[in-house]
């Protein structure tokens, strides 16, 4: 009996093809929605005490749901651990982990906005898991890029030291520069063409080299851009994959063409 439970539940959870099924996502998406609302009302001062009592009791309970659910996860899942690190297995455990830390640390609740990131499910419902792959190369491509980023970031890091720096001495404090962490501050918004306006140069020399960095500014935006599209276009191992292979848990669709358990987190592959 507990085995054709387990089977039944784990059917209606990581599949989406029969009516029982997608009625499940609906439902699921749904509470995520309103649980969202939920926690973006509690925040609005206006709101009298009884209507924010229910607000809070609805959120209990859309949690305690989530809670059981993510338990059911667990234990119809082939490989729970696996599972509970899959991608959407984290995202599952974020959107209930804020209401229990706020017994703890108030205010911690309004984390539990995280809870959208659930409605990413919505792929799997429409039938478009396969687009998820799509991420998958873009996050393989991020994962190749690191260190080539990370030398970028110390660059401009280093970059904006020096200018900040050098604004410093060629501004001064009478002109709004008065500490060389500040100085650095205005580089770092300059280069980035963001341009607050809150601290700006007087002198000539200085909005010279301020024009200087505003022209770097593009180029340096440029740069990761570059990086991540040069992965990008290279030729994947996991294009040899069999890209029809999408596991019904965590949507990640390059598997081999033999494979019978998902390589991320460890469920049944649908044939």
């Not at 997608?22 to 009302?41: E, G, H, P, R, T």
């Not at 002109?175 to 918004?189: D, L, Q, R």
């Not at 040899?240 to 033999?258: K, L, Q, V």
Request: net charge positive.
């Amino acid at each position: 009996m507990s085995g054709q439970f387990r089977s039944e539940c784990r059917r209606i959870i990581f599949q989406s093809s029969h009516w029982d099924e997608k009625l499940f996502d609906v439902a699921l998406i749904l509470s995520i929605v309103v649980s969202v609302i939920v926690v973006m009302l509690e925040s609005v001062p206006g709101i009298n005490g009884d209507v924010r009592r229910w607000l809070y009791a609805l959120e209990w309970f859309i949690t305690g749901m989530f809670t059981v659910e993510y338990a059911l996860r667990l234990y119809v899942s082939e490989k729970p651990l696996k599972y509970a690190h899959s991608f959407f297995g984290v995202v599952d455990l974020l959107a209930i982990l804020p209401a229990y830390i706020d017994l703890l640390v108030p205010g911690a609740h309004y984390l539990m906005l995280l809870r959208v990131l659930r409605v990413l499910r919505i792929f799997r419902v429409l039938k478009l898991a396969k687009y998820i792959g799509e991420a998958n190369i873009l996050m393989r491509a991020m994962r190749a890029s690191a260190r080539k980023i990370a030398v970028f970031i110390f660059a401009v890091i280093t970059l904006v030291l020096i200018l900040g720096s050098l604004m410093y001495l060629i501004e001064g404090a009478e002109h709004g520069f008065t500490s060389i962490p500040k100085s650095v501050y205005w580089a770092i918004v300059t280069l980035t063409t963001v341009g607050y306006g809150d601290i700006s140069p007087q002198t000539p020399l200085g909005q010279f080299v301020a024009s200087l960095i505003m022209i770097t500014g593009y180029g340096i935006i440029a740069v990761p851009t570059a990086i991540v599209t040069s992965e990008m276009t290279r030729p994947s191992e996991a294009s040899t994959s069999s890209p029809d292979r999408i596991c019904p848990a965590c949507g990640w669709e390059n598997h081999d063409p033999d494979a019978t358990y998902c390589k991320v987190c460890g469920d049944k592959l649908v044939k």
